[in-house]
């Protein structure tokens, strides 16, 4: 399994790195979080699945056959009234492994449409798509690996760009040391048509990794994951006739940490919390910085359905809510 890991790793060496991660891809609202559960605890996981469908949107490997016959339905509310949401369902089989199919979404709502001359001429809309195919296969109880092919569509406006892209990941677990471990590629592609014709844009490509662990006497988990494993420089120069570098070594490390707990009072009820560097650092005001960066949120579980809700302080000024419901509909209408 080790050679699958340094596979992947090969790979995106292969492919183009840049550093930064200011507004240079397009399709970035393949990089927003759907899941409440991620939402809570930092933003983002690779390496733990929580029996939540919703995860798999991050590591595929992270899709488990007791997933199966699962539907998945998030929605989240961000900045200036925009919406976006994630709906999936899982289907296990005996020896192929397990596949889901999802789609997400991204509402920028309604605009009003103007001429040069600021005579307004009616109204438009802008929305972008992503279709989710799932694998995921268990090679023993310790590695999965998984596929996510991700066909994008996106319209704004007049304008329209087509393309497709992969997410491949690798889990580890270890019951004994309750160690839970993964790595990914995602977003890995590239444009089929561009907005305007004149060459394909680069898509939001990353590697991740991470690493949950669980402790024994006490209901705790923490996790770490570390973003842009393929771009050493994090730091991002807004102001560039200054001569004030942005941060140093220490900075630029943190920027690339995603920080989550895990608390679990009971087997039926979670509670999580998280910290974003990378946002906190960015989003942050000259004045004060207040919750930026920091997450929380909590959720129920019960034996016919889960409920899940997260926060996410974006900006001083506000942040945005996710909600996440799994439906098991065998045991909901099970006689």
Known sequence: MRYLALALILIATLLPARGQTGGDNTYEFLNLNPSAFASATGGITVSQGHGDLSLPYFNPALLEGSM???????????????????????????????????????????????????????????????????????????????????????????????????????????????????????????????????????????????????????PFAFSLTVRHLEKPDMTYDYITTDDITEGGLGENILRHVVLGVEILPADSFWIGAGL??????????????????FSAGFGFRTKTFDLSFGHDAIHPAGGANHLTLTLRPELMFKK
């Open 68 to 218: 199966n016959n699962d539907i998945s339905l998030s929605i989240s509310t961000w900045l200036a009234g925009i919406r976006y949401g994630y709906a999936a369902y899982a289907r296990d089989t005996e020896n192929r492994g397990t596949f889901a199919a999802g789609v997400s979404f991204i509402s920028y709502g309604s605009f009003t449409e103007a001429d040069i001359a600021g005579n307004v001429t009616g109204d438009f809309t802008a929305a972008e798509y992503a279709f989710n195919l799932v694998w995921s296969y268990r090679i023993d109880s310790s590695f999965t690996i998984g596929v996510n092919l991700k066909p994008v569509l996106s319209h704004l406006e007049r304008y329209f760009s087509a393309g497709i892209c992969a997410d491949v990941g690798v889990t580890y677990h270890n019951g004994r040391l309750l160690l839970d471990a993964g790595l990914v590629i995602r977003n890995a592609g590239f444009q089929l048509k561009s907005y305007t014709g004149s060459g394909g844009e680069p898509l939001p490509f990353e590697i991740v990794a991470g690493a949950t662990k669980r402790l024994a006497h006490a």
């Open 276 to 293: 974003n560097y990378q946002r906190r650092a960015e989003m942050r005001t000259a004045q004060r910085a207040g919750m930026a960066g």
